[in-house]
């Protein structure tokens, strides 16, 4: 019987609630390739096959099968599970005493309990090159996490964090630099990179308006206006004259980008336009100029290393 798991955020296990699972299967004493191991432990977990497609963001990896592999780290670590040869492993027979004292569920306070581990930890901390490699994450200090997610949140805090200062810059700066960051950000975006053309306005209005041809000879255009606003959102009536200027244009494209934010309204008379037109708010400006490289720098590059199994065959 396992023990009914805690959902996480994903709606999965935590990393160590497979190490039951892991060990039950191999119990058989058989010798599990690590494929067939890791789908049989989700098996008895009750992962269900849409869980099991999740991925993280920023590694592409399926979240379920990288948890089952920190259990089986652990595992192994702690010598209940042998290698027997390259993705192949075996319960030893320290996993079938410990497997049979604890019949329900175990956690990795269960396994520093061990002398194996012990051993472990000593080599980790005094070995010359082994101790660079990271220790299995602790329970309390990476609840429900692996590497590959705290990555993606790492990612995603320090990108929310840049897209705020990217806002704010913007509205601190002159309309004519906004002129100029939107047209950047529509050239690496591809748009208009032959005979793009941009009209701006003189007003000094804190926005712009422009005209992006999507071929070279002009036959098909989008018509672009921007507003750099503070704390102020577009109402419905600043859309509605954008969408007026694209009727006396004549044209069926147009792109509203905002420093700030649109009204319930301005979405709906956008929606309920003929014309195909995209509202771009602040969330989404930032969003595009990050991705894109506008405004942003590579400050650091990580790289994540993985045995290459195919080197040890």
Do not use: C
């Amino acid at each position: 019987m396992v023990a009914e798991p805690t959902p996480t955020e994903l709606g999965l296990p935590q990393w160590w609630q497979f190490m039951y699972p892991l060990l039950q299967v191999a119990s058989d004493g058989k010798e599990w390739p690590r494929r067939d191991l890791y789908a049989a432990a989700l098996d008895v977990a009750g992962v269900s096959d849409e869980l099991r497609s999740i991925q993280y963001g920023t590694s592409g990896n399926l979240a379920a099968e990288n948890r089952v592999g920190w259990a089986k780290s652990a595992l192994t670590r702690a010598r209940l599970l042998t290698t027997v040869r390259r993705g192949t492993f075996q319960i030893s027979d320290a996993g079938r005493e410990f497997l049979a004292s604890h019949p329900y569920e175990f956690r990795q306070a269960d396994l520093e309990k061990l002398p194996a581990w012990d051993e472990y930890e000593v080599k980790r901390r005094t070995g010359p090159t082994l101790a660079a490699k990271p220790p299995v994450p602790a329970e309390g200090e990476i609840p429900a996490s692996d590497p590959d997610q705290l990555l993606d949140a790492a990612e995603a805090a320090t990108e929310q964090a840049v897209a705020v200062e990217l806002l704010q810059r913007l509205r601190d700066r002159e309309w004519q630099f906004f002129e100029r960051t939107v047209r950047r950000l529509l050239t690496e975006m591809r748009y208009g990179t032959e005979g793009a053309r941009l009209r701006t306005t003189s007003s000094g209005d804190a926005g712009i308006d422009g005209v992006i041809n999507r071929d070279a000879l002009g036959l098909d255009r989008i018509y672009i206006q921007a507003k750099r606003f503070r704390e102020s959102a577009v109402d419905s009536d600043t859309v509605r004259t954008f969408l007026g200027s694209l009727d006396t244009q004549k044209a069926s494209f147009g792109v509203f980008f905002t420093t700030s934010r649109f009204t319930k309204d301005a979405e709906e008379a956008a929606d309920r336009s003929s014309k195909s037109v995209v509202l771009i708010d602040g969330e989404r400006l930032a969003a595009l100029m990050i991705r894109h490289g506008v405004g942003v720098q590579v400050r650091r590059v990580v790289q994540i290393v993985e045995v290459d199994e195919d080197f040890f065959e």
